[in-house]
């Protein structure tokens, strides 16, 4: 068997590419439309390395072998993840038959491709929706997050929920621990000077919540409280403006400055409350 040039540079192109399998790509701190472009990389990658072993295999033959011999594969890559402090993703696995998936049915009749790239385009729609919030985030930017559409919900995490009124809706529960958290938005804070929130309380009484912002080299030395910004706050009833001093923010850790380049995330939770509470969040915004 003569192997053309355009194989063997195919082949030394994947192996180059292999590692990232499992060495760099996106955290859990990265933004959503970085993580979701990143992902696709397990499509493109599993469609050329099919094109690949179809140089040596008859895989449009005996194509549902191959898929069992894939899915294999990718069990055994996503088990071997672990190990580099990735985590195992059925998404992952996924994708990487949808990719091999397309190869299969590249010369095909065109509803076999149409089955094929339907969940292709759905993922590349919500590609798209990511990348849309994002450029929204810098447009409004110094504002950090507001409830003026619907799609700002991608935002947050935890018990959060927008209002008629696009009011963003925490309902914190009697957990010993309840939190929200906004990690998807811009990160550079320098050059600010107060953070500040607005916010509803609904209640005829008075709520204690807590603020903690944190930047990303937090994450990477065990999280420790003396190691982020922590402070406990009243929100009265009826419309408030919580400002925080960011320098404060920066003073915070205890053996380091705050890098207010790379702010990571910002975090409301309460604490073993007696009962459930309800609080309503205006904008986030620097000043």
Known sequence: MVISKKTIFLGLALAAITPLFFLGGPHWHSPD?????????????????????????????????????????????????????????????????????????????????????????????????????????????????DFSTSGQLRQWRGPITQTPEQLGQISFSTDTFSTVMLDDMPRDWRGYQTLVMKMVNPSDEALSVVLRINDIQHIYVDQEETDRYRHRFEVPPGESSINIDLLTVKNAPRDRSMNMGEIQAVMLFTTALPEPRTLLIDKLFLD
């Open 33 to 145: 439309v970085y993580r979701a472009v990143w992902n696709q990389g397990h499509v493109f990658f599993f469609f050329f390395f099919s094109w690949f072993i179809a140089q040596f295999w008859p895989l449009r033959r005996d194509w549902w072998q191959y898929l069992l011999l894939l899915l294999a594969v990718s069990l055994a890559i996503e088990t071997v993840q672990i190990a580099f402090s990735r985590s195992f993703s059925l998404m992952d696995i996924v994708n990487n038959l949808l990719g091999a998936a397309f190869y299969l049915v590249w010369s095909r009749p065109m509803w076999q491709r149409l089955v094929v790239m339907l969940p292709l385009l759905w993922q590349w729609g919500d590609i798209g929706l990511h990348g849309l919030a994002y450029y929204q985030q810098v447009q409004r930017f110094p504002l950090l997050a």
